[in-house]
């Protein structure tokens, strides 16, 4: 790869493109279908940035879409035994993650994967932030959790405010890594595009991550208790959680139909009447609400995390965060109320509030303005 000298504050100032790398997450693959949020956003910011012109160098696990990946860094073990690779504290796992960030960092140190104005680091381990004060780029990291169990330690490290410039993906989020940090907002963006306007349909939908902290199995039961049929899209990431909450309720009216590809997902949510979103955890963002508005499908959802930031009573409705356990009577019958009144939403409002909050063009705008703003900061 090339080597080029950092773009200097003038030529930045005059608006020209610049050469970025992102480091995406090395434990799944940038591919269709998107294990996750994290996988889709990562892909869908390179896209965008390449189509206004910038030049644009993803980094990601072995296994990735060629069109979508230009470096691919190892491979890790997945368990095989029904655990999840996401919280597993398997030595080896986690050994073999830090192995392949040492890998990474190294490369950019020397330059070997070539030279950058900026780096945009989405990935959830602490080495890249622990490593950016010897770069010779700087670097935007983008806060797409809760803080992790490294924030205090690596943050603490940090000496310079100019080594990284520290974004979340909602409010919600940006306030759980107070007073660690004080991070910027960019909320995340879907390509309005590619997740059209449907024609609605009579069953309800649920797509994401099938794991315990999604909790689609209150789904089930919201569904069950409006009489909608209800079609649950997403792969198992928890097995054992699968097969004792989901599996057994599986009939004639709640069906799971697997992985989707982005393309099978739209026709699912735009055919659906309305999407329920069930999280028990603060939802950094809530990428299915914003991809359901997309499609002018209606959304009752839990109002955890940054959900509350997107969703409102002109695109859905919002519930009372729920437990884990289930329901009481009280929170079951506000949940149907509020499903009976979200089928009746207007579904061009609904993509009409999407376009307003959650399009990927407005996204892009404000991390441009980011990336303008800190290499100039940077370079003084």
């Known amino acids: 790869m090339s080597m080029r000298p950092l773009a200097s504050t003038a030529e930045i100032g005059a608006g020209n493109t610049l050469k970025i790398l992102i480091i995406a997450g090395l434990r799944y693959p940038i591919r269709e279908p998107f294990i996750g949020g994290l996988e889709a956003h990562t892909a869908a910011l390179a896209q965008g940035l390449r189509r206004r012109g910038h030049s644009v160098v993803v980094v990601g696990a072995q296994g990735s879409d060629p069109s979508l990946v230009d470096v691919t860094i190892g491979s890790l073990p997945h368990p095989t035994n029904g655990e999840r690779p996401d919280t597993s504290q398997d030595p080896a796992f986690q050994a073999a993650e830090d192995a392949l960030f040492e890998t990474l960092m190294g490369r950019l140190a020397t330059g070997m994967l070539g030279s950058f104005d900026l780096i945009h680091n989405n990935s959830l381990h602490p080495l890249p932030v622990q490593r950016a004060p010897g770069l010779p780029c700087p670097m935007v990291t983008t806060l797409h959790t809760p803080p992790l169990p490294w924030a205090e330690r690596v943050l603490s490290g940090l000496s310079r405010e100019r080594d990284v410039e520290f974004l979340a993906v909602s409010g ?42 999604k909790a689609p199995h209150l789904a089930i039961a919201m569904a069950r208790a409006a009489g ?43 055919s659906s009447a309305v999407a329920l979103v069930t999280p028990v955890w603060d939802e950094p963002y ?39 356990r289930g329901l009481d009577a009280a929170e079951m019958a506000a949940a149907v109320t509020a499903i009976g009144e979200a089928v009746r939403l207007d579904r061009a409002g609904v993509r009409g509030q999407a376009l307003r909050r959650c399009s990927s063009d407005r996204m892009l705008d404000d991390y441009e303005a980011v990336y303008q703003g800190f290499v100039r900061r940077w370079a003084a």
């Open 172 to 213: 919600a989020t940006a306030r759980a890594w107070q007073p660690l940090i004080h991070p910027g907002v960019v909320h995340n963006g879907v390509d309005m595009d590619a997740w059209a306007l449907g024609p609605g349909g009579p069953g309800a939908v649920w797509t994401g991550r099938i794991a315990p902290e």
């Open 286 to 324: 809530g990428m299915v609400v914003a991809e359901a508005m997309a499609c002018g499908t209606p959304v009752v959802a839990l109002a955890r995390g940054g959900i509350p930031e997107i969703l409102d009573g002109f695109s859905g409705r919002l519930l009372a965060p729920a437990d884990a």
């Open 228 to 270: 909608l049929p209800l079609t649950l899209a997403g792969p198992v990431i928890d097995h054992h959680y699968y097969d004792r909450q989901i599996r057994p309720h599986l009939d004639g009216t709640v069906r799971h139909i697997g992985h989707l590809t982005q393309e099978d997902l739209v026709e699912l949510v735009g």
